[in-house]
């Protein structure tokens, strides 16, 4: 599969302007992050948009680029009530979907009053395509918190 590559000047960017949809659109209580690849954007959002509350979920579903299990698992469970809060839930893409389904019914499980999803990228093929959404594209992206330099030492 072709790769594509994204910087940290990118995705900050895009961050920003996840924060400014969020802003006019949807401001929310609490901030749901999908471990891993969607913790770094929910920290970072959190922040922008004024320390606003992160609670983690972690789902695991992908063993290698293209190879998955047969369904996502959870990992680690939602803590605590989310009795009528507004919640975003934040991850790096929505591939599949498969993740976010899972994310979302967690979320309203945990009694959410409105549920929206944000992330960075989306692949045109995703059954659950993200209220908002920066990037679009079909390529393996490669997040810039996930590549680093080979140092090799004597
Ligand atoms: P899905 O359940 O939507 O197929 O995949 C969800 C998770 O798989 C994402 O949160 C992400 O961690 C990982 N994933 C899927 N596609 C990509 C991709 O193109 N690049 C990276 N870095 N991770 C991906």
């Known amino acids: 599969m072709d790769k594509v590559y994204l910087t940290w000047w990118q995705v900050d960017r895009a961050i920003f302007s996840l ?36 609670k983690v979920i972690d789902v695991k579903f992908y063993k290698d680029i293209e190879e998955r299990m047969e369904k996502p698992v959870i990992t680690i469970p939602l803590h605590g009530s989310l ?30 009053e409105e549920v929206k999803v944000a992330c960075l990228s989306m692949k045109p093929w995703t059954k659950v395509v993200p209220d908002f959404y920066v990037f679009r594209t079909d390529k393996w992206i490669v997040f810039p918190w996930e590549e680093f330099p080979v140092v090799v030492r004597e």
């Open 83 to 112: 009795e009528g809060k507004k919640v975003v839930i934040v991850d790096d893409v929505s591939d599949t979907g498969k993740t976010l389904e899972v994310v979302i019914e967690e979320v309203k499980k945990a009694g959410a």
């Open 19 to 54: 924060a400014d949809e969020l802003r006019k659109n949807f401001v929310p209580d609490v901030i749901v992050g999908v471990a891993r690849g969607g913790l770094i954007p929910a920290v970072r959002l959190s922040h922008i948009l004024g320390d606003l509350e992160v």
